[in-house]
Antibody, heavy 118, light 110 residues
């Protein structure tokens, strides 16, 4: 069974960079696309983007200019960087895995709340 | 890309059926059979209940079913139970290879 766990600071200052890491256990790390999804408090889900173990990426056009992702297959980790954050970036951030060839989010982390505030 | 359109809320009594719609465009919902549905209880991560329009993952009740017509996908929950009360989100693959979610629907079991 694939399990995902997000980690990173819970508080980020405005204009700084939000950085999160997702650690994967179980399953074959190379058999998945790895996504980041966020949910502002009381609001809906928003797909941020995905990365594959080859390093290929695809991002939500509305966030593309501020998003970066990386992957470490040795450690079974992938990371999110979101630059120049504002209060609107306050959200629960989820990491999720999609089986290669599938278009669904099969596995999810528990989510981590990141608050943008000075 | 614009979020898919879902009703903000639906409700139904125990034992009844209810349907949640998800409307997109020919560049997402209408163009591919890659619509999925997620159930989210308060404070929990979403859980996949339908994939590829109408397929149920192993372990999901057969009371959940999905369909699609043109640019609108639908999730039907039959024999409503108290445990079905949750938020439901649709998601679709898009022509850009990205993913897009609906705004979410709150299901209340009366």
């Amino acid at each position: 069974q694939v399990q995902l766990q997000e980690s990173g600071p819970g508080l980020v200052k405005p204009s700084e960079t939000l950085s999160l890491t997702c650690t994967v256990s179980g399953g074959s790390f190379s058999s998945f696309y790895w996504s980041w999804i966020r949910q502002p408090p009381g609001k809906g889900l928003e797909w941020i983007g995905y990365i594959y173990n080859s390093g290929s990426t695809n991002y939500n056009p509305s966030l593309k200019s501020r998003v970066g992702t990386s992957i470490d297959t040795t450690r079974k980790q992938f990371s999110l960087n979101l630059r120049s954050v504002t209060a609107a970036d306050t959200a629960v951030y989820y990491c999720a895995g999609s089986t290669v060839g599938a278009k669904t989010f099969d596995y999810w982390g528990q989510g981590t709340l990141v608050t943008v505030s000075s | 890309q614009s979020a898919l359109t879902q009703p903000a809320s639906v409700s139904g009594s125990p034992g009844q059926s209810t349907t949640i719609s998800c409307t997109g465009t020919s560049s997402d919902v209408g163009g591919y059979n890659y619509v999925s549905w997620y159930q989210q209880h308060p404070g929990k991560a979403p859980k996949l209940v339908i994939y590829d329009v109408s397929n149920r993952p192993s372990g999901v009740s057969n009371r959940f079913s999905g369909s699609k017509s043109a640019n609108t996908a639908s999730l039907t929950i039959s024999g409503l139970q108290a445990e079905d009360e949750a938020d439901y989100y649709c998601s679709s693959y898009t022509s850009s290879g990205t993913r897009v979610f609906g705004g979410g629907t709150k299901l209340t079991v009366l």
